[in-house]
C-alpha cells in the first residue's frame, strides 16, 4: 500500500468579542469551516474564544480573522511595532515577514525596509516580543532593547542609532575609498616595477577593504547561508571574493597561474573599488532613509517639558509626566499649551497649525479645547487638563503617522514576492554567463583577455548590478515620505492601502450638516410686513426676546444676532412652548408669537400675504419664523445654516480634478438643493435618515463609483466604512474618525484636496520608483551579462556595475524625499 503523506497543519486561538448566543458561535464555526484549507474551528461561546486547525500552505491567520470581522465579530489584538536590525533589501523583508508569521498567534505583519521596522499584529495571550526576537535572531536579524512607543526618548533613541550607523558608514567608505585608489594609481602606473613586489603590496592594501570594509557583507551572507536563503550581501560578497580570491591565487601562485596559460593580472582595484562604491551608496542611502521619518521627529519636538500647575493654591513648574487630569495650568502668551485641555479662564488665540497645517491662530474663550503642543499667541488663560500622555492629540497622531508610515501598500506585496526568488535567479543568470563567455565566448567575439578572465569579470558585473535594494525602498520610503508630509498639513492617512485606493476615486460625497456647512444656524434675514407698526430692530426684540434662554439651535441663533446688534431682550411673561410649532408670551405688554406658518393659520391668522414671501425664503434654503404681535403677522425672521468660506472653493477644486460631487443631507429637497446650487454641486440626495446614509452610498457604489465619503458626525460612522475611502473631519466625534481612513484636523474642506491630491503624488512617486528599479535590472542585467558585446562591444565593468547599483538605490529614496516640495492647496 503507496504511503501517504499527511501535510502538516497548524493550529490558531482566537479571542473573539460580539457574540451574543450559542447560535452565534455555531455561525461563526460554519462560516471560517467553509474557508480552504481550515480542517477543524470550535467556537467556545463562554470563553470567547476560536480554536482553528489549519493547513498553512492553503489558509492564513489573516484570512480567518478577516472572515470573522466580516460577519460583525471583532478579533482584538495588539499592534506592536519594533526596529529590525540586518535588513538589506527587499528579500530580507520577505523572509522577516515570514518567520514571524509563522509564530503561533501572529494575526498580521509588515515590515517596512526604509525604516528598518516591523508592524505585527498578534494575540497577547500567545505570542510577545520575546517570541518575535528569538524567532528573527534564529534567521540572522537582531530585534534591539529599543521597542517604539509614544515617547519622544525612544524616537530620540533610534535617531542615535542610525546617526551611528551613518558615521560607521561614512567612516568605512572614506577609508575603502582611498585604500581602493591608491591600489587604482598603483596598478595603473606601473610605479613599482617588480611585479611579485607589486602584487603583495596591492594584497596588503587591498585586504582591509575587503574583509573590514566588506564585513557586513560577509556577514550578512553567512546568516542566509545558516539558514537557507540569499539576497543583496550575497552578491556582493561573492562578486567581490572571486576578483579578490583570484588576485591572492596569482599573487601568493604565480607559478600555478602561469602553468594553466592564465594571464598574471590581479583584480584587487574591481573588488576594493566595488566595496567602496556599495559602501557610498548605503551611506547616501542611510542619510536619505533619515530623513523619511522627520515629520514624526518634529511631532515628537513639538511636546511641551513642562507645565505651570496650580495645586494648593500655588503655582509650580512640573516636568509634563507629573501632570494630571483635572489639574490646573497657567499658560502665558508665546509658550506652548503643555497638554490637552479646556480653558476655564481667560481667553486668547491659538497657533493650531502643527496639527491643523492651519497658520491663521484660532480665537479661543472659556469653555473651548485647546491642544497640547499648540502655540498660545496672545492671552494669559488657565485651563484644566483633560487629555494626557498616550491619550493626548498629539500622540494620537504620532500613532497613526507611525501605523501609516509601517504600512505596505498591496503593489509592495507583489514586489516582495517577485524579491524573494529575484536573488536565486540572479545568481543562476550569472552563472550561466559564466559558462557561456568561458566555454562559448571565444567563437562569438574576439575577447580582450583570457577566457576565464573575461568570463570572471562578467559573473562580478551581474552579481553586483542586481542587488534588489531599489526594489525594496520604492514602495516604503515614497508612502513614508507621503504620509508624513500629510501629518504635516493636518492631513492623516491611515496607510500605503489608503493611498493606493485614493487615486481611483471618481465620486466625492459629503454630509451637509458641519461638513460643508459649520453646523449651526445663523439669522440671515429680519424683514417687516408692509402696515405694521414695529420696525426691524423692534421686531427682533421680541423674536429674541420669546427666545431668551432657549436651547434650541434656532432660538440661540435669534439671541445671538439680537446681541450682536445690540438689541436690548425684555422679561417674556406667560410663557408658552408649543412643540413643533413655535412660542408665544408676553413680552413689554404685547401678545408675542413666533412659529411657523401652520402655528399661524392655527391661530385664525390670515397668513396669504406672506405665503409667498415664506416660500421665497424656503427656496433659498432658510428657515423663516413668524412673528405675531397683537394678533397680527408684524414679519419674518429667517435662519439657516451658513456655507463655511472655503467649500465652494474645495468644491471647485475637486470637480477640476475630474471627480463628481454629490452632497447628503437629511433637510428638505428645497432647502438642500439651494444649498448644492450656491456651491455648485448638481447631485443632492436630501432628506435622507441617518441610518440610510450608507445605503446612498452602496447605491453610488453599486453604478460602479468608488466614492469617498467626507462626514464629521457620529451618524456617519456607518457611511465612512462603507464608503471605498472615508474621510473625516478632525473637528468631528472619535466615532467618525476611528472608522475613517483618511482624518482631517481641520475644518477647511480644501484639505479634501490635498489629501486626495497628496494620495495620487504619492502613488506616481511609487510608480516612478518601481518602473525605475525593474527598468535599471532588467536593462542592467542583460548588459552586465554581455549581451551587447558581440555586437557593438559595448560591456558593463563591474566597478561601474557597482556605481550604478548604488545610485539607484540612493536615486529612489531621493525620489520619494522630492514628496516633501508638495504644497498645500491652502496656503498655495
Given at each position: ?15 473573539i ?10 455561525r ?59 535588513m ?13 508569521r ?13 525604516s ?6 498578534y ?12 524567532a528573527?535572531?534564529?534567521i540572522?536579524?537582531?530585534v ?21 550607523e ?8 572614506a ?27 596591492l ?15 560577509y556577514?550578512g551572507?553567512w546568516a ?16 567581490t571574493t ?11 601562485l ?9 594571464e598574471l ?5 574591481t ?34 517639558k513642562?507645565?505651570?500647575?496650580e ?9 509634563i ?6 489639574d ?13 485641555g479646556t480653558i476655564i479662564?481667560?481667553q ?36 484644566k487638563?483633560?487629555r494626557l ?9 504620532i500613532r ?7 504600512s ?13 526568488v529575484?536573488?536565486p ?12 563567455w ?24 551581474v ?8 526594489l525594496?525602498?520604492?514602495?516604503p520610503?515614497a508612502i513614508m515620505?507621503g504620509?508624513?508630509?500629510?501629518a ?19 465620486t466625492?460625497v ?44 434656532l ?7 439680537a ?20 412660542v ?11 412659529g ?5 393659520q ?51 477644486s ?5 471627480l ?16 448644492g ?9 436630501a ?10 452610498v452602496?447605491?453610488?457604489q453599486?453604478?460602479?463609483r ?64 518601481l518602473f ?33 547599483m548604488?545610485f ?7 525620489n ?13
Amino acid at each position: 500500500m503507496p504511503e501517504t503523506k499527511t501535510r502538516e497543519t497548524k493550529s490558531l486561538s482566537l479571542p473573539i468579542q460580539g457574540m451574543s448566543c450559542a447560535s452565534c458561535a455555531a455561525r461563526i464555526e460554519k462560516k471560517v469551516g467553509e474557508v480552504p484549507g481550515v480542517n477543524k474551528v470550535s467556537v467556545n461561546f463562554g470563553a470567547e474564544q476560536a480554536a482553528v486547525e489549519y493547513d498553512p500552505e492553503t489558509a492564513t491567520p489573516d484570512a480567518i480573522v478577516d472572515i470573522i470581522k466580516n460577519m460583525g465579530y471583532d478579533v482584538p489584538a495588539v499592534q506592536k511595532t519594533f526596529p529590525v536590525e540586518g535588513m538589506s533589501c527587499a528579500s530580507c523583508v520577505g523572509r522577516v515577514e515570514k518567520k514571524l508569521r509563522g509564530l503561533d498567534g501572529v494575526v498580521d505583519v509588515n515590515v517596512n525596509l526604509a525604516s528598518e521596522r516591523a508592524t505585527v499584529s498578534y494575540m497577547e495571550a500567545r505570542v510577545g516580543l520575546p517570541d518575535f526576537r528569538k524567532a528573527l535572531a534564529d534567521i540572522g536579524y537582531s530585534v534591539p532593547d529599543v521597542e517604539l512607543v509614544e515617547e519622544a526618548a525612544t524616537q530620540e533613541a533610534e535617531d542615535a542609532r542610525h546617526q551611528r550607523e551613518y558615521r560607521t558608514l561614512q567612516f568605512k567608505f572614506a577609508s575603502s575609498l582611498g585604500l581602493a585608489v591608491a591600489i587604482m594609481t598603483l596598478g595603473m602606473t606601473g610605479w613599482i616595477e617588480d611585479t611579485t613586489t607589486a602584487h603583495w603590496l596591492l594584497l596588503v592594501l587591498a585586504t582591509p577593504v575587503q574583509f573590514w570594509g566588506g564585513w557586513q557583507f560577509y556577514k550578512g551572507t553567512w546568516a542566509g547561508l545558516k539558514h537557507g536563503y540569499a539576497d543583496m550581501n550575497t552578491l556582493i560578497a561573492v562578486g567581490t571574493t572571486v576578483a579578490y580570491a583570484y588576485s591572492v591565487a596569482v599573487t601568493v601562485l604565480p607559478q600555478l597561474a602561469a602553468s594553466f596559460g592564465t594571464e598574471l593580472a590581479v583584480y584587487y582595484d574591481t573588488s576594493a573599488m566595488i566595496i567602496a562604491l556599495v559602501l557610498m551608496g548605503r551611506m547616501l542611502e542611510a542619510r536619505a532613509k533619515g530623513r523619511t521619518s522627520e515629520a514624526i521627529r518634529k511631532l515628537m519636538g513639538m511636546q511641551a517639558k513642562t507645565a505651570r500647575v496650580e495645586r494648593d493654591g500655588i503655582e509650580q513648574d512640573l516636568p509634563i509626566d507629573q501632570v494630571e487630569v483635572g489639574d490646573i495650568v497657567s499658560v502665558r502668551p508665546g509658550e506652548r499649551v503643555p497638554v490637552d485641555g479646556t480653558i476655564i479662564e481667560g481667553q486668547t488665540a491659538i497657533d493650531e497649525s502643527m496639527i491643523s497645517g492651519e497658520s491663521v491662530p484660532v480665537e479661543k474663550k472659556e469653555g473651548d479645547e485647546v491642544i497640547g503642543a499648540s502655540i498660545n499667541k496672545t492671552g494669559y488663560f488657565k485651563m484644566k487638563a483633560t487629555r494626557l500622555g498616550k491619550d493626548s492629540v498629539l500622540a494620537h497622531i504620532i500613532r497613526m503617522v507611525q501605523e501609516a508610515q509601517g504600512s505596505k501598500a498591496p503593489v509592495q506585496r507583489l514586489v516582495d514576492q517577485v524579491a524573494g526568488v529575484f536573488v536565486p535567479v540572479v545568481i543562476v543568470i550569472a552563472l550561466v554567463a559564466f559558462g557561456f563567455w568561458w566555454l562559448v565566448g571565444p567563437s562569438v567575439a574576439t575577447l580582450p583577455t583570457e577566457p576565464v578572465l573575461f568570463a570572471m569579470m562578467i559573473f562580478i558585473s551581474v552579481m553586483i548590478i542586481a542587488c534588489p535594494c531599489a526594489l525594496g525602498l520604492a514602495t516604503p520610503t515614497a508612502i513614508m515620505v507621503g504620509t508624513g508630509k500629510g501629518a504635516e498639513m493636518g492631513v492623516l492617512i491611515k496607510g500605503g492601502e489608503t493611498l493606493e485606493q485614493a487615486q481611483k476615486l471618481n465620486t466625492i460625497v459629503f454630509d451637509k450638516t458641519g461638513t460643508l456647512t459649520e453646523g449651526k444656524p445663523v439669522v440671515r434675514d429680519v424683514w417687516v410686513a408692509d402696515g405694521v407698526d414695529p420696525d426691524e430692530k423692534t421686531l427682533l426684540m421680541y423674536a429674541a426676546s420669546l427666545e431668551k434662554g432657549s436651547e434650541h439651535p434656532l432660538g440661540v441663533a435669534i439671541v445671538e444676532y439680537a446681541k450682536g446688534k445690540n438689541v436690548a431682550l425684555k422679561p417674556a411673561q406667560e410663557f408658552k412652548a408649543l412643540p413643533g410649532f413655535g412660542v408665544q408670551a408676553k413680552v413689554d405688554g404685547h401678545d408675542v408669537a413666533l412659529g411657523n406658518l401652520r402655528m399661524m393659520q392655527d391661530a385664525g391668522l390670515d397668513v396669504e400675504p406672506v405665503r409667498e414671501k415664506v416660500e421665497t425664503f424656503g427656496g433659498e434654503g432658510k428657515t423663516a419664523m413668524l412673528v405675531k404681535v397683537d394678533g397680527r403677522i408684524a414679519g419674518i425672521v429667517t435662519a439657516a445654516d451658513r456655507v463655511r468660506p472655503e467649500s465652494k472653493s474645495a468644491i471647485q477644486s475637486l470637480k477640476q480634478r475630474g471627480l463628481e460631487i454629490v452632497m447628503i443631507t437629511g433637510d428638505n429637497k428645497k432647502t438642500a438643493e439651494a444649498v448644492g446650487k450656491e456651491l455648485g454641486i448638481d447631485r443632492v440626495l436630501a432628506e435622507v435618515l441617518p441610518a440610510d446614509k450608507a445605503s446612498q452610498v452602496k447605491r453610488l457604489q453599486d453604478e460602479g463609483r468608488f466614492v469617498a465619503m467626507v462626514g464629521d458626525g457620529i451618524n456617519d460612522a456607518p457611511a465612512l466604512a462603507q464608503a471605498n475611502i472615508g474621510i473625516a473631519m478632525g473637528s468631528g466625534t472619535d466615532v467618525a474618525i476611528e472608522t475613517a481612513d483618511i482624518t482631517l484636523m481641520t475644518h477647511d474642506l480644501n484639505a479634501v484636496v490635498d489629501a486626495i491630491e497628496l494620495s495620487r503624488r504619492t502613488m506616481s512617486k511609487i510608480r516612478q520608483n518601481l518602473f525605475w528599479a525593474f527598468f535599471y535590472n532588467v536593462l542592467g542585467i542583460p548588459i552586465a551579462a554581455g549581451v551587447l558585446y558581440p555586437f557593438n562591444g559595448v560591456l558593463l565593468q563591474p566597478m561601474f556595475a557597482a556605481a550604478a547599483m548604488s545610485f539607484s538605490s540612493v536615486s529612489v529614496v531621493s525620489n520619494s524625499l522630492l514628496l516633501k516640495r508638495f504644497t498645500s492647496s491652502r496656503t498655495a
